[in-house]
């Protein structure tokens, strides 16, 4: 990850359950292979799958010096607080990682190598401070570029935050490149860029640069591939992510989307209490993105991608079963069931539109 | 501006029109007797008002020494250019006005006091390198408080950028106070904010933390205030700043929008070459914009500004005229006519909240 092959101990203190440890669990689901513990003092001596249903009998341990044991040589800062603080107890951890001699990779908002002590110690014991979220030096505008790329551009959007978007997107990305199909992934947030070994985290990036620099990904990632899925980020029906997501949907380009929702979900996840919206109904959501997309290019809903996480087997196929009936769009749960359907579609698409191409 | 009463030459080099200087134009409308002298060796030896109808007999000069010439103490760089980066020669022009032992105010997106050489010259010169635009060190994420406050908070969006947004803000707020009604002004961009001397540059930020910027803006502007003009920013349908103008929608919660355009406007102002997207129709910019406010707190578009600079007067009451039948909304020129008929309804709508407040 990140420029070597590493043995991760994935910091989750006090929150390594499947809705509270978003990076986490995108790690260990994703690169597996290179995780050997999670910190997590509360639910220590319990395997990660015990805990998140991913991961099998990685073990979940009680700090720094227990990882340590697993032979760990990196540590990776697995929560994204909303508003991406460091909290003062994490601080002591990063230096101790640091004093161990690891690497430390985070996805936080505030800059672990902009601090003088921590950087000093990570210089000291030769150890790198990589943050994925720090915004790349580029700084373009938006002008609708992607619009006129040859790939087939998708784009993951939700009805809320921790949905599904990256997973979808990713579980998309596999599937075609499993079929032979040119695909290509664009990470737009820390968990994907871990995962992909590139992108770059849109959230942290200046409001006005945020369209071009996805753009210019975008752009990037079409120059190799037949199909490009973005990854999604927040929801346009968020009070706090919704310009995050427009930016990223204006940028794309997408001529299609995939709209995530986690099954039973209602009400949106604020930060703090105060009264939290509730969900409009799918229905809405799913004509809204189609509004919001179609203001700079019209893209419709292809699939809906249903997180059944917190369901067992029979409900979850209820649930996808429901959904679709009400929306009229196929349904898929791209970690349960997988997303056949939804990769046949895409290929479908990309293939009329080569014969369109060679019969001009 | 900002701290003192000063002598400015505000930098507008090769475009000081009344489309291309935007800042430059504002600052001359609202803080006129601070404005000593512009600079723009294409028009030098005319008059502000000659080149962009404000400013009366303020000269336009060659360059900095021309401006020297009229006791200037402070150089404005009143000029936005799109991605906000310092043209080499501008940074010769900022290096000259340190060495005559001015401040540069600034409200680029590339800092000038973050380079070395100009910040090390300020320091010996004793001036100050003022950047309006770096964003403030509180990062917090919106929660829909803005919806909330007992102030009526009206924001100002627009068809497109550069159409009269900020103007119509500041019109409405001094039309507002001109009639004694307790009104804040809420500055959200570089020129807003040298001319209301507070403020933040809101497209400088983060992605993640806009809305909750602009969230905390108005809590704090509605403590002292009855009603809260909020200055708009970007469009929902241009392709780089429509999250900007998503995240100030959501994070300021308006109850009432007012939606600014430029007549005769038929395409959207991009930054380069390539098709500009065409605009749409009014009805249907003004139907997205409330389905877009809607998506957090329900607002209608109360009235339309018109901004008809480039018409004569004639021109200009028709094109009001059928706007107003074409939407069915009150159409006003802010600048040419005044905002008259917007305050009244404002007013209107502030004493039937106190009299259902009363009643209660």
Redesign the interface.
């Known amino acids: 990850m990140l420029g070597k092959k590493r043995r991760i101990a994935v910091m989750a203190e006090g929150s390594f359950t499947p809705l509270d440890a978003k990076t986490a669990l995108g790690v260990i689901r994703y690169r597996p292979d290179e995780v050997v513990a999670v910190i997590d003092s509360v639910r220590a001596g319990r395997t990660s799958e015990d805990c998140v249903g991913v991961g099998g009998a990685i073990p979940v341990v009680t700090g720094i010096e227990a990882a340590a044991a697993h032979d760990a040589d990196t540590l990776l800062l697995g929560l994204a607080p909303?508003?991406?603080?460091l909290p003062d107890s994490w601080r002591r951890v990063v230096a101790d990682a640091l004093m161990h001699g690891w690497d430390v990779l985070s996805g936080l908002?505030v800059f672990l190598s902009d601090d003088p002590e921590l950087a000093a110690l990570a210089e000291a014991k030769g150890c790198a401070l990589l943050d994925v979220r720090r915004?790349p030096a580029r700084?373009?505008?938006?002008?609708?570029?992607a619009a006129y790329v040859d790939a087939l551009v998708v784009l993951t959007v939700g009805t809320d935050c921790n949905v599904g978007k990256m997973t979808t997107a990713i579980e998309l990305h596999r599937e075609l490149e499993d079929r032979g199909v040119r695909s290509a992934f664009v990470a737009t947030g820390q968990t994907g860029i871990f995962i992909a070994d590139q992108g770059a985290a849109?959230?942290?990036?200046?409001?006005?640069f945020?369209?071009?620099l996805v753009e210019h990904l975008v752009l990037e990632a079409a120059r190799d591939a037949d199909i490009v899925i973005v990854e999604g980020q927040g929801a346009?029906?968020?009070?706090?992510?919704?310009?995050?997501?427009?930016?990223?949907m204006?940028?794309a380009?997408p001529e299609v989307l995939v709209l995530c929702h986690q099954a039973g979900r209602t009400h949106v996840k604020?930060?703090?209490a105060?009264?939290a919206?509730k969900l409009r109904s799918l229905t809405e959501i799913l004509r809204?993105n189609e509004?919001?997309a179609g203001?700079?290019r019209p893209a419709p809903v292809l699939a809906l991608a249903l997180n059944t996480m917190l369901l067992d087997e029979l409900e979850a196929r209820r649930a996808i079963e429901t959904t679709q009936k009400l929306t009229g769009v196929p349904t898929v749960d791209p970690v349960r069931f997988g997303v056949e359907a939804v990769a046949t579609e895409l290929q479908r698409r990309l293939d009329e539109r080569k014969r369109r191409a060679s019969n001009e």
């Open positions: 909303q508003g991406g603080m908002h915004p700084r373009s505008i938006a002008a609708r570029r849109i959230d942290a990036v200046p409001a006005d945020v369209a071009g346009i029906h968020h009070p706090a992510y919704s310009g995050v997501t427009l930016s990223l204006h940028g380009c604020l930060m703090d105060g009264p919206p809204d509004r919001a203001w700079i």
